[in-house]
């Protein structure tokens, strides 16, 4: 399977410049995701990768290959639409067969790529419908047996599941993660969702206003956020500004240990669901809703609010007085120079 | 309050009315003044012609010019609809698909034939062709209805090519498709309705066209408007124009109620693959 490189890309549209100095690599086999806000460059960087667009500067090496300007239907990807995209006068078996017939696959072997790829998407008997006669999840099944027809080294997905509802989402999503363990193709997967990223990929690149602001393991993304941004775009985040004295941070809330001894300015943020009850650090709950598995509080104190997830056996009333406390090693200082772009 | 089932009643009633008045009337009316007997006039007080007969229908066919006013109109036609179907294809391609600096304005500029009133283009459009040096009256009329009509091919077209999926042409091309095969997966079954409307629309139009007809035509080539107002002019003979008006009406009607299916066909819906 095809490794991919992709090497200071910079892609203009007139005078807008949706990516600037996109560079990553993903090797072969491997899971990752693009993910950020919608308008930040994802569609545009998976059209760059496919082919459908080609960067102003910078280049796409696939298996080491520069691609840069070969066609799509020369290079080693199918893609996953988030329209899905489906040919809406062919059925489903002729949609799946669409791919192999172009590219001359011999008739037998096209048939039977056709039908192991439907009775694995369950759709065996919905070979000879129209698209228009499906539903959202069963077309999204189509799609991907379609691109899957090709038997590309690498798949890249366009938010594939957007179009379909919560539980379907979380079903389909493990279904493209163990097709790509069993079938072992290099995946690219474009998500604004931060849960379908951290739950599905080897990688994660995190981008914002056309750049890449942080790459890496799903757990380092969610606990080392190295900006504002980041930790505020992945879960929920409590941030604290201040200077740091010998290893603490005065907050409203109290002091707050930080594996830090000294800095001026810095900001500091941790998770909700790091806090545990019992500690220096104290506020007055504003609200408390039971999750089932966890407890949802938000505490304040003087005019500043955070948040805090506890085992879901706790009971908490409003107007409460709470002790907390926070480990020092789930306390990370972060860049905070991206603050305008925060909510980009 | 009126109940509902009331104000459908009244609704339906309205557009029943209206529809005996705008079709049913004038159409019984010109069918009955068709088949009027030659040997009884039909005048005040009879309601209806006191006799009726085919023998204004079998006069029309033998002595007049009509067998070749229909040969005309209905050659020029089709051969008007191919050409500008295939004439403005490319410009309703950049239409729809592309953008360009002053797409905005070329688009109203293409439409204003349409609002030129016929007989003023029909004037100065022959003297462009005599000048020319156009003598064939046939080719003269053909590029004139070419001329007229395209506008509406390209709008039909225009919005046709723009609905074709972006991302349905880069699933095609993705898969391995050749030129030609994504104009098959992706373009034609978006267009194909588009294409026969708009055939249809200039071959109606052609069919009906009477101004340019009659300005370079006349007196010589006829075609079915024309030998319609030679029916309603100087030798005015009512049953006659009757018998014109419906060989006119009839076939343009049959092909609008086809133009209707195409255009309900051409719903978006049906092309964007999106559930
Ligand atoms: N063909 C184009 N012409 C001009 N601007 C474009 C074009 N395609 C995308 N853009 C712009 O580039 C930015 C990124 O778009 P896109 O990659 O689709 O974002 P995402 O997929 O992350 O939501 C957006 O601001 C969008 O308006
Ligand atoms: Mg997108």
Not at chain 1, 42 to 70: E, M, R
Not at chain 1, 174 to 187: K, Y
Not at chain 2, 5 to 28: E, G
Request: glycine residues 8%.
């Amino acid at each position: 399977m095809p490794d991919l490189d992709i090497r200071n890309v910079e892609m203009r549209f007139g005078g807008f410049c949706a990516l600037s100095d996109v560079s990553l690599s993903v090797s072969s086999g491997k899971f990752i995701t693009l993910l950020g806000p919608s308008g930040c460059g994802k569609t545009t960087l998976l059209n760059i990768i496919a082919g459908f667009l080609h960067p102003t500067q910078g280049s796409v090496l696939i298996n080491g290959k520069g691609v840069t300007s070969l066609r799509p239907e020369n290079r080693d990807t199918a893609m996953c639409f988030q329209s899905y995209a489906l040919f809406p006068h062919l059925n489903v078996h002729d949609n799946v067969a669409f791919g192999p017939r172009q590219k001359r696959v011999a008739r037998a072997e096209t048939q039977s790529r056709v039908s192991t790829l439907l009775s694995q998407m369950g759709l065996d008997l919905h070979s000879t419908k129209l698209p228009n006669a499906l539903s959202g999840g069963q077309q999204q099944r189509v799609a991907l047996a379609r691109a899957l027809a090709v038997e590309p080294g690498l798949v890249l997905f366009d938010e594939p599941l957007s179009n379909l509802d919560a539980k379907l989402r979380d079903q389909v999503r493990s279904e493209i993660r163990s097709l790509q363990r069993e079938l072992g193709f290099t995946a690219v997967y474009v998500t604004h969702d931060q849960a379908e990223a951290l739950a599905m990929s080897d990688e994660v690149f995190l981008l914002n206003g056309g750049r890449i602001v942080q790459s890496g393991k799903p757990r380092d993304i969610y606990f080392k956020p190295k900006t504002r941004f980041v930790a505020d775009f992945i879960g929920a985040a409590n941030l604290h500004s201040g200077p740091i004295n010998s290893g603490a941070m005065t907050t409203p809330f109290g002091p707050l240990s930080v594996d830090s001894p000294n800095l001026s300015m810095s900001t500091v943020c941790w998770r909700p669901e790091s806090a545990a009850l019992g500690g220096p650090l104290s506020g007055v709950v504003s609200s408390a809703a039971f999750q089932g598995s966890y407890l949802d509080v938000f505490l304040t104190k003087d005019g500043e609010t955070i948040r805090l997830q506890i085992s879901g056996d706790q009971h908490l009333e409003v107007g409460q007085t709470v002790s907390f406390g926070v480990p020092r090693d789930r306390v990370v200082i972060i860049e905070d120079t991206d603050t305008g772009q925060a909510n980009a | 309050m009126m109940s509902l089932p009331r104000l459908n009643t009244i609704l339906a009633t309205c557009l029943i009315t209206t529809l005996v008045l705008w079709i049913v009337i004038p159409f019984a009316m010109a069918l009955m003044w068709s088949m009027v007997d030659p040997g009884t006039s039909w005048s005040y007080p009879d309601i209806l012609p006191p006799a009726l007969s085919f023998e204004r229908w079998r006069i029309m066919w033998e002595t007049s010019s009509l067998k070749t006013a229909m040969f005309n109109s209905y050659s020029l036609a089709p051969v008007a609809g191919m050409i500008a179907i295939i004439l403005g294809a490319p410009t309703a391609y950049a239409f729809g698909r592309l953008t360009f600096p002053g797409k905005g304005i070329a688009q109203i500029l293409m439409l204003t034939p349409i609002v030129l009133p016929g007989f003023v283009t029909a004037v100065f459009f022959a003297s462009i062709l005599v000048s020319l040096g156009f003598h064939s009256r046939y080719f003269a009329i053909l590029l004139g209805h070419v001329v007229l009509f395209m506008p509406y091919a390209v709008r039909i077209l225009s919005v046709s090519f723009s609905q074709v999926n972006n991302e349905v042409v880069n699933a095609a091309r993705d898969l391995g498709a050749s030129p030609f095969g994504v104009f098959r997966a992706a373009y034609w079954p978006a267009i194909k309705p588009g294409l026969f409307a708009a055939y249809l629309i200039v071959f109606i139009l052609s069919i009906e066209e009477f101004a340019l007809a009659f300005v370079i035509g006349s007196p010589t080539f006829t075609t079915v408007p024309t030998i319609l107002y030679s029916y309603l002019g100087y030798d005015f003979i009512r049953p006659n124009a009757a018998v014109v008006a419906i060989v006119l009406v009839v076939p343009n009607v049959l092909l609008l109620i086809v133009l209707e299916r195409l255009m309900q066909s051409a719903n978006p819906a049906n092309v964007s693959g999106k559930g």
